[in-house]
């Protein structure tokens, strides 16, 4: 099966998941993860008709920026630390990891030292797991508000994480529960926010999150192949 194969199937049960759940498909943007992926493979995605790459690690997203010469959109999707976020907007269309006020005080800095704002998701830890980064769900409204005035950051989106496990019908809930995050807080009409996005789903659980109404899927195994971590 070739990466464009592979690339197929995967839109074939995005659409079948929103024909399930009464969605269009055009509705749902897949997110390819290449972390340990080189190059050349990233290339092939991008010719078969990936149009985001989802990136974990600063300085390997970095390193395959400079090879990659596609018009492609960049998301950092991994756990950001704050002495990175210089080199991460170097690359980066979309921050879709912001899990704190520290982070998002520094990419509103940085991002204004370059004179262009940043996209960015608001991570929130829906499973409640100790080992997951997030905003707790009931600290997301205020969390929200606190960062409301960082001029150089828009705020466009949540992402999370769902629980590890073996059934994709058990994760369900990390997806439902963020869908009513947004719900909840779009409701607050906060100044400067807007929450269009739901970054959520991967390879074993993304057809449940598009259900939930998942805006990205983050997918790499599924179209790459297994990878070497």
Known sequence: ???????KIIRDRIANACLRSGRNADQV????????????????AIDAGVTIIGENRVQEAWRKFQQIERPVQWHLIG????????????FADVIESVDSLHLAKEVNLRAQERGKAVQVF??????????????????????LYSIADLQFLRIT???TIGAFLPEPEDVRPCFSLLRQLRAAANAEKIKNIELEYLSMGMTNDFEVAVEEGATH???????FGKRED
Not at 1 to 7: A, P, V
Not at 30 to 44: C, Q
Not at 79 to 90: D, G
Not at 217 to 223: N, P
């Open 1 to 7: 099966m070739t990466i464009s194969d592979n690339l």
């Open 29 to 44: 943007r897949i997110v390819a993860v290449s972390k340990t992926v080189d190059a050349s493979a990233i290339e092939s």
């Open 79 to 90: 756990h950001l630390q704050t002495n990175k976020v210089k080199r991460a907007l170097q």
């Open 122 to 143: 608001v991570q929130v830890n829906t499973s409640g797991e100790a080992s997951k980064f997030g905003v707790h769900p009931e600290a997301l409204v205020d969390f």
């Open 157 to 159: 989106g949540l992402m």
């Open 217 to 223: 899927v983050r997918i790499g195994r599924a179209l």
